[in-house]
């Protein structure tokens, strides 16, 4: 009743961390094709010419097109 629900008060303060960035990231190409907001889990993004030319989907492609850093 007055009490607090320790289930629910984990949850609320599990999503309040914040979560810690992987130092290097190295990406393959279902990353990019699932979408992934990798700028999220790292600030160093690493990849290759060959993972990119695996990218055959005309809306990966123009997602990696508009991605607001460089790989």
Known sequence: MGGIDKQNQRKVNSSKMERKKIDYLVIDSGAFIKGTQLH?????????HEV???????ATKARLEALPYEL
């Open 40 to 48: 999220e889990l790292s600030d160093n993004l690493y990849t290759i």
């Open 52 to 58: 990119i030319s695996e990218i055959k989907d005309k």
